[in-house]
Nanobody, 115 residues
Framework: VQLVESGGGLVQPGGSLRLSCATS????????MSWYRQAPGKGRELVASISNGGGPTNYADSVKGRFTISRDNAKNTVYLQMNSLKPEDTAVYYC?????????WGQGTQVTVSS
């Protein structure tokens, strides 16, 4: 099982980034996918999740209206479009999936929002 995040970087407040998580080693279309983040000195928090069919989505209150999670089951990839970024969005962003009582995580991608 592999999950590889990309797309992070340094962006000014109000800017946008699109994160990608390319996966392999499991049946992607059968799994709920999630994005989490961990800011310095804080615990890891759920940012967004999307059902296996790309239907129901769920967002943390802090990102509602600014972030959009999506998936491409043909490419085994999940995305996180982040708009109107704020300094408090600075964190390492991880994608995750789970099955059989096991969580699988990527290595993370750093997002820094600063002027």
């Amino acid at each position: 099982v592999q999950l590889v995040e990309s797309g992070g970087g340094l962006v000014q407040p109000g800017g946008s980034l699109r994160l990608s998580c390319a996966t392999s080693g499991f049946t992607f279309s059968n799994r709920v996918m999630s994005w989490y983040r961990q800011a310095p000195g804080k615990g890891r928090e759920l940012v967004a999740s999307i059902s296996n069919g790309g239907g129901p989505t769920n967002y943390a209150d802090s990102v509602k209206g600014r972030f959009t999670i999506s998936r491409d089951n043909a490419k085994n990839t999940v995305y996180l479009q982040m708009n109107s970024l704020k300094p408090e969005d600075t964190a390492v962003y991880y994608c995750k999936t789970s099955w059989a009582w096991t969580d699988y995580w990527g290595q993370g991608t750093q997002v820094t929002v600063s002027s």
